[in-house]
Protein backbone atom coordinates (compact mmCIF):
# COMPACT_ATOMS: atom_id res chain seq x y z
CA UNK A 1 0.00 0.00 0.00
CA UNK A 2 1.16 3.39 -0.60
CA UNK A 3 2.14 5.30 2.48
CA UNK A 4 -0.46 8.28 1.58
CA UNK A 5 -2.84 5.23 1.27
CA UNK A 6 -1.51 4.13 5.13
CA UNK A 7 -2.03 7.62 6.07
CA UNK A 8 -5.41 8.54 4.85
CA UNK A 9 -6.50 5.15 5.81
CA UNK A 10 -5.33 4.66 9.21
CA UNK A 11 -3.71 7.77 11.13
CA UNK A 12 -5.83 10.46 9.34
CA UNK A 13 -9.10 9.54 11.41
CA UNK A 14 -7.32 9.87 14.68
CA UNK A 15 -5.70 13.17 13.93
CA UNK A 16 -8.54 15.20 14.76
CA UNK A 17 -7.19 18.74 15.91
CA UNK A 18 -7.24 21.04 13.65
CA UNK A 19 -3.62 21.85 14.06
CA UNK A 20 -3.28 18.64 12.50
CA UNK A 21 -4.96 19.54 9.20
CA UNK A 22 -6.05 15.93 8.35
CA UNK A 23 -2.40 14.66 7.77
CA UNK A 24 -2.56 16.61 4.48
CA UNK A 25 0.68 18.81 5.33
CA UNK A 26 4.26 17.71 6.23
CA UNK A 27 4.08 20.22 9.20
CA UNK A 28 1.21 20.26 11.73
CA UNK A 29 0.72 23.65 13.99
CA UNK A 30 1.04 23.02 17.85
CA UNK A 31 -1.92 24.39 20.42
CA UNK A 32 -0.84 27.55 22.21
CA UNK A 33 -0.20 26.61 26.51
CA UNK A 34 -1.00 29.91 27.37
CA UNK A 35 2.18 30.66 30.15
CA UNK A 36 2.28 27.27 31.03
CA UNK A 37 5.51 26.07 30.14
CA UNK A 38 5.47 23.09 27.45
CA UNK A 39 8.10 20.07 27.40
CA UNK A 40 8.80 17.24 24.97
CA UNK A 41 9.57 14.06 24.86
CA UNK A 42 10.65 11.34 22.26
CA UNK A 43 11.31 7.76 22.80
CA UNK A 44 12.01 4.95 20.00
CA UNK A 45 10.87 0.94 20.31
CA UNK A 46 12.64 -1.33 18.26
CA UNK A 47 11.19 -4.89 17.68
CA UNK A 48 13.59 -7.18 19.16
CA UNK A 49 15.14 -5.17 21.78
CA UNK A 50 12.11 -3.06 23.11
CA UNK A 51 9.29 -5.32 22.54
CA UNK A 52 9.47 -9.03 21.29
CA UNK A 53 8.60 -9.73 17.37
CA UNK A 54 5.07 -11.63 18.51
CA UNK A 55 4.10 -9.05 20.74
CA UNK A 56 0.35 -8.09 19.68
CA UNK A 57 0.69 -4.90 17.92
CA UNK A 58 -2.41 -4.14 19.85
CA UNK A 59 0.13 -4.33 23.36
CA UNK A 60 2.99 -2.47 21.40
CA UNK A 61 0.86 0.81 20.11
CA UNK A 62 -0.27 0.95 23.94
CA UNK A 63 3.45 0.58 25.14
CA UNK A 64 4.35 3.35 22.69
CA UNK A 65 2.46 6.00 24.31
CA UNK A 66 3.10 5.30 28.00
CA UNK A 67 6.52 4.84 28.10
CA UNK A 68 6.17 8.66 26.55
CA UNK A 69 3.71 9.64 28.87
CA UNK A 70 5.84 8.30 31.82
CA UNK A 71 8.52 10.76 30.79
CA UNK A 72 6.16 13.65 30.59
CA UNK A 73 4.63 12.77 34.31
CA UNK A 74 7.50 12.52 35.71
CA UNK A 75 8.31 16.67 34.45
CA UNK A 76 5.17 17.33 36.26
CA UNK A 77 3.53 17.88 33.08
CA UNK A 78 0.47 16.25 31.17
CA UNK A 79 0.40 15.13 27.16
CA UNK A 80 -1.44 17.29 25.01
CA UNK A 81 0.23 16.25 21.68
CA UNK A 82 2.22 13.79 19.18
CA UNK A 83 3.40 12.82 16.35
CA UNK A 84 4.17 9.25 14.97
CA UNK A 85 6.99 7.62 13.21
CA UNK A 86 6.67 4.39 11.96
CA UNK A 87 8.84 2.50 10.26
CA UNK A 88 6.71 -0.83 8.53
CA UNK A 89 8.73 -3.85 7.63
CA UNK A 90 7.02 -5.12 4.41
CA UNK A 91 6.86 -8.97 5.71
CA UNK A 92 4.10 -7.84 8.50
CA UNK A 93 0.72 -8.19 6.70
CA UNK A 94 -1.86 -4.86 6.72
CA UNK A 95 -4.39 -6.44 9.00
CA UNK A 96 -1.56 -6.21 12.09
CA UNK A 97 -1.07 -2.50 11.03
CA UNK A 98 -4.54 -1.84 11.12
CA UNK A 99 -4.49 -3.67 14.72
CA UNK A 100 -2.22 -1.12 15.91
CA UNK A 101 -3.68 2.01 14.46
CA UNK A 102 -6.63 0.92 16.12
CA UNK A 103 -5.36 0.67 19.73
CA UNK A 104 -2.43 3.50 19.06
CA UNK A 105 -5.71 5.97 18.25
CA UNK A 106 -7.59 4.64 21.59
CA UNK A 107 -4.41 5.06 24.10
CA UNK A 108 -3.81 8.31 22.66
CA UNK A 109 -7.62 9.62 23.53
CA UNK A 110 -7.16 7.78 27.14
CA UNK A 111 -4.66 10.16 27.89
CA UNK A 112 -6.17 13.38 26.23
CA UNK A 113 -3.22 12.98 23.37
CA UNK A 114 -3.86 14.62 19.97
CA UNK A 115 -1.89 13.29 16.73
CA UNK A 116 -0.66 16.03 14.88
CA UNK A 117 1.40 14.07 11.87
CA UNK A 118 4.32 12.28 11.82
CA UNK A 119 5.96 10.25 9.08
CA UNK A 120 6.31 6.66 7.89
CA UNK A 121 8.56 4.64 6.11
CA UNK A 122 8.93 0.88 4.74
CA UNK A 123 11.75 -1.00 7.08
CA UNK A 124 14.27 -3.52 5.63
CA UNK A 125 13.60 -5.60 8.20
CA UNK A 126 12.02 -5.42 12.20
CA UNK A 127 9.36 -2.89 12.98
CA UNK A 128 10.43 0.46 14.13
CA UNK A 129 8.64 3.17 16.34
CA UNK A 130 8.82 6.13 17.38
CA UNK A 131 6.70 8.59 19.12
CA UNK A 132 7.64 12.89 19.71
CA UNK A 133 5.24 13.85 22.88
CA UNK A 134 4.47 17.50 24.16
CA UNK A 135 3.34 18.17 27.59
CA UNK A 136 1.91 21.31 29.44
CA UNK A 137 3.66 21.78 32.97
CA UNK A 138 1.38 22.05 36.08
CA UNK A 139 4.08 24.11 37.79
CA UNK A 140 5.21 27.27 37.05
CA UNK A 141 8.49 25.52 35.52
CA UNK A 142 9.15 21.59 34.46
CA UNK A 143 10.48 19.11 37.32
CA UNK A 144 14.23 18.12 36.54
CA UNK A 145 16.37 15.04 37.54
CA UNK A 146 18.74 17.65 39.53
CA UNK A 147 16.77 19.33 42.33
CA UNK A 148 17.42 16.81 44.50
CA UNK A 149 19.24 17.64 48.50
CA UNK A 150 20.45 15.81 50.97
CA UNK A 151 18.11 14.85 53.52
CA UNK A 152 14.97 14.93 51.29
CA UNK A 153 12.32 11.83 51.38
CA UNK A 154 12.98 9.82 48.08
CA UNK A 155 9.41 8.41 46.67
CA UNK A 156 8.32 6.12 44.53
CA UNK A 157 5.08 5.00 42.97
CA UNK A 158 3.71 1.46 41.89
CA UNK A 159 5.37 -1.57 41.78
CA UNK A 160 8.72 -2.69 40.60
CA UNK A 161 10.19 -5.65 38.58
CA UNK A 162 6.34 -6.93 37.13
CA UNK A 163 7.38 -6.08 33.59
CA UNK A 164 11.11 -8.19 34.55
CA UNK A 165 8.66 -11.06 35.24
CA UNK A 166 6.29 -10.79 31.80
CA UNK A 167 9.13 -11.12 29.94
CA UNK A 168 10.39 -14.11 31.94
CA UNK A 169 7.12 -15.87 31.33
CA UNK A 170 6.99 -15.21 27.42
CA UNK A 171 10.65 -16.59 27.41
CA UNK A 172 8.94 -19.78 28.56
CA UNK A 173 6.34 -19.45 26.25
CA UNK A 174 3.97 -19.01 29.22
CA UNK A 175 1.62 -16.23 27.66
CA UNK A 176 -1.10 -16.58 30.06
CA UNK A 177 1.50 -16.13 33.10
CA UNK A 178 -0.31 -12.71 35.13
CA UNK A 179 2.51 -10.47 34.60
CA UNK A 180 3.04 -10.38 30.80
CA UNK A 181 0.77 -7.36 30.33
CA UNK A 182 3.29 -5.42 32.84
CA UNK A 183 5.64 -6.10 30.30
CA UNK A 184 3.12 -5.72 27.52
CA UNK A 185 1.36 -3.14 28.32
CA UNK A 186 3.47 -1.37 31.44
CA UNK A 187 0.81 0.17 33.69
CA UNK A 188 1.57 3.86 34.41
CA UNK A 189 0.74 6.00 37.76
CA UNK A 190 -2.91 8.35 37.55
CA UNK A 191 -2.33 11.20 35.52
CA UNK A 192 -2.60 12.90 39.10
CA UNK A 193 1.07 12.43 40.05
CA UNK A 194 2.17 15.00 37.37
CA UNK A 195 -0.17 17.24 39.68
CA UNK A 196 2.12 15.73 42.96
CA UNK A 197 5.48 15.96 41.35
CA UNK A 198 4.85 19.63 40.25
CA UNK A 199 3.70 20.51 43.46
CA UNK A 200 6.07 18.65 45.94
CA UNK A 201 8.97 17.13 44.01
CA UNK A 202 12.42 19.01 43.88
CA UNK A 203 13.72 16.35 41.68
CA UNK A 204 11.86 13.81 39.55
CA UNK A 205 12.36 10.90 36.76
CA UNK A 206 10.69 7.70 35.18
CA UNK A 207 11.40 4.44 36.47
CA UNK A 208 12.24 3.13 32.75
CA UNK A 209 16.27 1.33 33.05
CA UNK A 210 16.16 -0.36 36.37
CA UNK A 211 15.31 1.61 39.96
CA UNK A 212 18.55 1.14 41.44
CA UNK A 213 20.30 2.64 38.10
CA UNK A 214 17.96 5.38 37.68
CA UNK A 215 18.20 6.22 41.51
CA UNK A 216 22.14 6.68 41.14
CA UNK A 217 21.31 8.98 37.86
CA UNK A 218 19.00 11.45 40.13
CA UNK A 219 21.87 11.38 42.72
CA UNK A 220 24.64 11.95 40.25
CA UNK A 221 22.44 14.64 38.99
CA UNK A 222 21.61 16.61 41.79
CA UNK A 223 25.41 16.48 43.06
CA UNK A 224 24.39 14.47 45.77
CA UNK A 225 24.34 10.60 47.46
CA UNK A 226 20.88 8.19 47.73
CA UNK A 227 19.91 5.73 50.05
CA UNK A 228 17.35 2.99 49.11
CA UNK A 229 15.97 0.63 51.26
CA UNK A 230 14.94 -2.14 49.82
CA UNK A 231 12.42 -3.54 52.18
CA UNK A 232 10.44 -0.15 51.64
CA UNK A 233 10.11 -0.97 47.92
CA UNK A 234 7.16 -3.00 46.84
CA UNK A 235 8.29 -5.69 44.04
CA UNK A 236 6.59 -7.95 42.02
CA UNK A 237 5.79 -11.47 43.41
CA UNK A 238 6.71 -10.05 47.13
CA UNK A 239 9.80 -11.58 47.09
CA UNK A 240 11.98 -11.64 49.80
CA UNK A 241 15.06 -13.31 48.76
CA UNK A 242 17.43 -10.20 48.17
CA UNK A 243 19.06 -11.54 44.85
CA UNK A 244 15.53 -11.63 43.71
CA UNK A 245 15.02 -7.92 44.26
CA UNK A 246 18.47 -6.89 42.93
CA UNK A 247 17.85 -8.50 40.04
CA UNK A 248 13.96 -7.04 39.47
CA UNK A 249 15.38 -3.66 40.70
CA UNK A 250 17.76 -3.13 38.19
CA UNK A 251 15.83 -4.87 35.06
CA UNK A 252 14.08 -1.67 34.44
CA UNK A 253 10.08 -0.80 32.01
CA UNK A 254 8.42 -0.14 35.21
CA UNK A 255 7.64 3.59 34.19
CA UNK A 256 6.97 4.44 37.98
CA UNK A 257 7.92 7.74 39.16
CA UNK A 258 10.76 8.04 41.49
CA UNK A 259 11.40 11.57 43.04
CA UNK A 260 11.97 13.57 46.07
CA UNK A 261 10.84 16.06 48.13
CA UNK A 262 11.03 17.92 52.14
CA UNK A 263 10.44 15.68 54.84
CA UNK A 264 7.84 18.54 56.34
CA UNK A 265 5.79 17.70 52.94
CA UNK A 266 5.58 14.00 54.13
CA UNK A 267 1.89 14.40 55.32
CA UNK A 268 0.63 16.37 52.39
CA UNK A 269 1.78 14.62 49.88
CA UNK A 270 0.32 11.22 51.42
CA UNK A 271 -2.97 12.96 51.86
CA UNK A 272 -2.57 13.94 48.19
CA UNK A 273 -1.62 10.02 47.11
CA UNK A 274 -4.78 8.90 49.23
CA UNK A 275 -7.53 11.40 47.68
CA UNK A 276 -6.26 10.19 44.14
CA UNK A 277 -5.99 6.47 45.17
CA UNK A 278 -2.27 6.71 44.16
CA UNK A 279 0.14 3.56 45.26
CA UNK A 280 3.29 5.69 46.68
CA UNK A 281 5.33 5.71 49.45
CA UNK A 282 8.61 6.56 51.11
CA UNK A 283 11.75 4.50 49.86
CA UNK A 284 14.47 6.03 51.09
CA UNK A 285 16.48 9.30 51.35
CA UNK A 286 18.76 11.58 50.06
CA UNK A 287 22.16 11.80 51.24
CA UNK A 288 25.30 14.07 51.47
CA UNK A 289 28.00 12.01 50.64
CA UNK A 290 27.24 10.93 46.37
CA UNK A 291 26.52 7.78 45.60
CA UNK A 292 23.99 5.20 45.86
CA UNK A 293 23.67 2.80 48.78
CA UNK A 294 20.92 0.17 49.38
CA UNK A 295 19.95 -1.06 52.75
CA UNK A 296 18.64 -4.83 53.62
CA UNK A 297 17.71 -5.53 56.97
CA UNK A 298 19.47 -3.00 58.35
CA UNK A 299 22.75 -3.45 56.84
CA UNK A 300 24.75 -1.85 53.19
CA UNK A 301 24.30 -4.59 50.64
CA UNK A 302 27.01 -5.32 47.46
CA UNK A 303 25.70 -4.07 44.36
CA UNK A 304 25.71 -6.15 41.47
CA UNK A 305 27.88 -4.22 38.42
CA UNK A 306 25.42 -3.73 36.65
CA UNK A 307 22.56 -1.06 38.00
CA UNK A 308 19.82 -0.78 35.18
CA UNK A 309 19.48 -1.22 31.47
CA UNK A 310 22.51 0.99 29.88
CA UNK A 311 22.29 2.84 26.44
CA UNK A 312 24.87 2.58 24.08
CA UNK A 313 27.22 0.74 21.09
Request: hydrophobic share 45%; glycine share 10%; net charge negative.
Amino acid sequence: MPEKDWISSYFAPLARSSGAAGLMDDVAEMTPSGDAPVVVTVDAMVEGIHFRADDPLASVARKLVRVNVSDIYSAGALPTEALLTLGWPEQRPEAELADFATAFGHELAVHGIQLLGGDTVKAPAGLFLSLTLTGVCQGARPVRRNGAKPGQDVWLTGQIGAACLGFDALGRGDKDDRWVYAYQEPRLPYADIATLVARYASAAMDVSDGLLGDAAQMAKASGCGIEINLENISVAGNSRDLSEILRLTTWGDDYQILFSAEKNKRDEILSFASASVMDIGVVGEMASDCGLKAIWRGEAVNLPETLGFEHGW
